[in-house]
């Protein structure tokens, strides 16, 4: 952004000093907090605020200036509103800080400074009108509320999460472990920017609660324990809750009020948002119980290992455009519901065989129809506002006759829509989409007709919204004036038309909109006739064209602005009445908005199936207890879009019982990592309802996505690498069952190498043996490979490479068996390592590798050297079994000598045993 010139402080230098000494007497803040002073003409910022503010807006704090003196003095940054308002915008919605702005209510020289509005990620109420100007989409903005019980020893937590955009209320108790494996997948689920706890006195539960949220990114406000007293909950949902038809309008009669831990929790959010002070919310949520059964259980884990969101420091594509997370490669949605929502599924997988299949049966029609989906892509979806926040509005009556007149001509358009979805009769289209849209459209007719009654839609249509004036005399005079100045207006068009040689309504064309009124525009490379024409006078110029007007068409635009004004005024109390009466609407709109939103994402899905660079199938899905997975030719959807990229393929065939459990070896950048994570991508997309990158698929539901792939140092959150891979991996072991899948990469590494070797064994074995997981283990420890000898559900894999003097060539295929070497050596040659650095590094490798294989050099096989491993192993276990059995009253050197007979058998065996090794 461009520093705007000539911004200077209104103070004098007692104001200025006057103005510091409040200020740092101000309470204290954490630096996620921002503060604001509106200074009615603009913004400033003050001491540390002023110096972030300047880096992140400016690029540079030179534009910081010093205001006040010692030792009064501190640093003032000058914001116009442009640029407050893209700054609180990325605060708010991109950092997740805190924003708070003070305003004067005194005298400039009177330092009357009170906390006027305040926000942070869950709480935009008071800014909304600043983030989701022009059409901006709004962005979900759930907020959670957690509580701690307990039962009996037993752990219980209550949460309730409040979404303003959707005015909804859902709330859930349950049992968790001393991790809160549950809690955080929960978290996953929902999402939400903030979370409300009670002021923790840094006790265990807290620390870990606090640890939580911070992997998952949501922000954490504390509040006080009285905060969540539950004394007046009753009245205030009573306020707030849209009880049903024939429901006992009384909120104690709710099942959901009986879960009185996480009633606390929502007692809580209600204080904190405020809700019952805004008229906008009466009688307009809805409360329901979570059920975390209908959802496939993610871990953050899975959600950062499979790329299914982009990171808030990464962007959205890559420099050639490919998308870099599957929300940014599925997300082709039209509509603004459409986009919330889809981040909503992506994080809520479904276990319902039915639902998921009903989604299929609908993204199978529109891949199909090639002219249903292109017209709802391209024309009809794009017609549609966001319904939601529309409904949101108007419930606050904030809305006006222009948010009417988008939500009359959305629903004259809905009728083409379903007759374009009539074209195909799937039942689960019409179930889903078109029966209920018919039904809601035919409710939503007396508004229709309200609208049609009481709004000029004529002047609509030119972006004027006015009652229409035969509702008040003085409306039809001022209406008559109003038109008689267009006319003139428009002959104005004419003259300016032959004065400067130029075709009117084509070339030269009249336009109005609020900021200008009338004006005349041409194209930027018509500008040159202006020149030296100074009849003329230039508004602005932008790449739409320069906008211009004489000083006949500014006296007649005054005139028109002046009673256009006089008419809006004459029309506000019939305005209010239209607004209140469109109010009871709002749940139409809502629901109108929810099916749309529906549509319009799979719709999405099936243009990104169609659309790729080889089409995706449809997933057969199978109950459970089939326990397969198989993906024939597998790809990865967000690599294979990237330029330069020629993807290989590979095969999938998981089958309980038989191979549940693949162990990968080989080199880094093999594609390993790649490999797997297409297989937690596949299933994912499959469980959302969307097609596949595969040539077939047949995929058993799942309860889970669990996953530890390429853990970091997070020193901001005190955490190692070993640390987290460790937590990672606990909440595999605490959670994953048979019907899960897993996918671990790279385990052990944050550690000694025997350490890690071990864990990687003990880890890999449990899964496999015990839990039965279908489970991917990439890992460089090639001595894990043995477990394949012990569990027959063990399947060895490996990527394959080919190797030169100086080269190395990644094949990137998977195959069975094991990667028969280390490629490190070859890697460090390409990366022009000193030759005598990988010398020395052969000698010493050669060295390691003799001194623990020493046992086993010579002409034995692999199959040999294991069996005598298991008969040693067999030996140790029979000496200590008659160590244990001797009688403990004999004298001891009987004792001894019993022992020692025992040991010279053993060393009889073993002598046998490297004899039959080593070479002859």
Known sequence: MAVQPNQQFSMDPPTQQSFVRFFKNLPEKPSSTIRFFNRSDYYTLHGSDALFAAQEVFKTTSVCKIIGAEPNRTEGLILNKGHFETFIRDLLLVKQYRVEVYVNKGAVKTQNWVLEYKGSPGNLAQFEEILFSNNDVAVSTSIIAIKLGSEGKARTVGLSCVDTIATAISVCEFQDDEAFSNLEALIVTLAPKECLLTQGDGNYEFQTLKQLMERNNVMITLRKKSEFSTETLTQDLNTLIKFKKGQQQNAQALPETNLKIAMSATSAIIKYLDLTADSGNINQFTIKQLEQSRYVRLDAAAIKALNIETRPDTANTTSGGAPTSILALLDKCRTPQGHRLIAQWIRQPLRDLSLIKERHDIVEVLIKDNDLRATLNEDLLRRVPDLQQLAKKLSRKKANLQDCYKIYLCISHLPVLLEQLSTDQSAALKAMISDPLKELITDMDKFQQMIEQTMDLDAAGKGDFMVRPDFDDELKELKQNMDELEEKLEGQLGKAAKDLSLEAGKVLKLESNQQFGYYLRITLKEEKILRNKKQYTILDSNKGGVRFRNSKMDDLNNDYI???????????????????????????????????????????FAQVSVCAHKAYVRPEMLPSDAGELTLVQVRHPCLEVQQGVDYIPNDINL??????????????????????????????????????????ARISLLDSILARVGADDSQTKGLSTFMTEMIETATILRTATCNSLVIIDELGRGTSTYEGCGMAWSIAEHLAKDVKAYCFFATHFHEVTRLAEDVPTVKNLHVTA???????????????GICDQS?????????????????????????????QDVAFEGSASPEKKRKIIKEAEELIAQFAAKCKALDQSLPESELKKSISAYKDEIMACNNQYIKALLPA
Request: charged letters at 20%; hydrophobic letters at 45%.
């Open 655 to 696: 089958k309980r019982d038989e191979a549940h459990f693949y162990i990968i070896t080989g080199p880094n950048m093999g594609g390993k990592s790649t490999y797997i994570r297409s297989a937690g991508v596949a299933a994912l997309m499959a469980h959302i309802g969307c097609f596949i990158p595969c040539e077939m």
């Open 802 to 816: 080919l190797t030169g003097d100086n080269n190395l060539t990644l094949l990137y295929k998977v195959k069975p």
């Open 562 to 604: 002046v009673a256009r004004d006089k008419y809006a005024t004459q029309q506000k109390s019939v305005v209010g009445e239209i607004i209140s009466i469109a109010a009871g609407y709002t749940g139409l709109i809502k629901s109108i908005g929810s099916i749309i939103a529906s549509l319009d994402v799979l719709t999405a």
């Open 823 to 851: 490629f490190g050596l070859h890697v460090a040659k390409i990366a022009n390592f000193p030759t005598d650095v990988i010398e020395f590094a052969k000698r010493k490798q050669t060295e390691l590798e003799n001194f």
